[in-house]
Every structure is written in structure tokens, then in C-alpha cells.
């Protein structure tokens, strides 16, 4: 099993910035990438951003494309999200997800763990 565990969430004005920070442990020879997905109030859960293991190949969703960097240390077994010029809409539950499948992929069903999510709120 892996164990993933988001930190950094919280609530800033729109055009500021927040870094998430994943930490995963326990299997994490398992994982190859790790994505962001984020779920909004009465919405479905949605890709956000993935990197995989090795190349730290990346992936963004349109609507992050420019604002958003996702990185990752593999020998701390974390990923973080920058997050810039945020806006209303970016309002949501962020999750950090893990795949061991050698892949990298938009789908969270291809992703085998999940974190608890972390709350970011943007607001004046």
C-alpha cells in the first residue's frame, strides 16, 4: 500500500498563489507518476496535473496550462503544485493521486491511491 497525504491548502484572494505539497510513503517503489485532480462543489472530480517518474514528463489541464507547475522529488517521494495567478474557479478539493501503471494519464481511474485532499479556496 501507499500512503499520500496533501498539505498547503487554504484560502487566498484571486490573483495570488498557493503551493500543495504531496508526501507519499510506504510502497512508493510501486508508483510511477503522480497527478493533481481537483473536485469543486456539485462537480465531478477533474485532472489537473501529472509528472511521471522518470523524465519528470508533465501534463497539464487547459484550463491550468501557464498558471499552474507541477514538480516532484523522487528521492523525498513528494510532488508539489505551484499555483499563480489563481482565480475563483480554481476553487476546489485538490487531491494528490499515484499510478503504477507506466503511463501518464488524465483518467483518475487509472490512478491506484488517493489522498485525503486538501481545501483551496479563492476569495476576496
Known amino acids: 500500500q501507499v500512503q499520500l497525504v496533501e498539505s498547503g491548502g487554504g484560502l487566498v484572494q484571486p490573483g495570488g498563489s498557493l503551493r500543495l505539497s504531496c508526501a507519499a510513503s510506504?510502497?512508493?517503489?510501486?508508483?510511477?507518476?503522480m497527478g493533481w485532480f481537483r473536485q469543486a462543489p456539485g462537480k465531478e472530480r477533474e485532472f489537473v496535473a501529472a509528472i511521471t517518474r522518470s523524465l519528470g514528463r508533465t501534463d497539464y489541464a487547459d484550463s491550468v496550462q501557464g498558471r499552474f507547475t507541477i514538480s516532484r522529488d523522487n528521492a523525498k517521494n513528494t510532488v508539489d503544485l505551484q499555483m499563480n495567478s489563481l482565480k475563483p474557479e480554481d476553487t476546489a478539493v485538490y487531491y494528490c493521486?499515484?499510478?503504477?501503471?507506466?503511463?501518464?494519464?488524465?483518467?483518475?481511474?487509472?490512478?491506484?491511491?488517493w489522498g485525503q485532499g486538501t481545501q483551496v479556496t479563492v476569495s476576496s
Open positions: 493521486a499515484a499510478d503504477r501503471g507506466l503511463r501518464l494519464s488524465r483518467h483518475l481511474h487509472d490512478y491506484d491511491y
Open positions: 510506504g510502497r512508493t517503489w510501486n508508483i510511477n507518476s
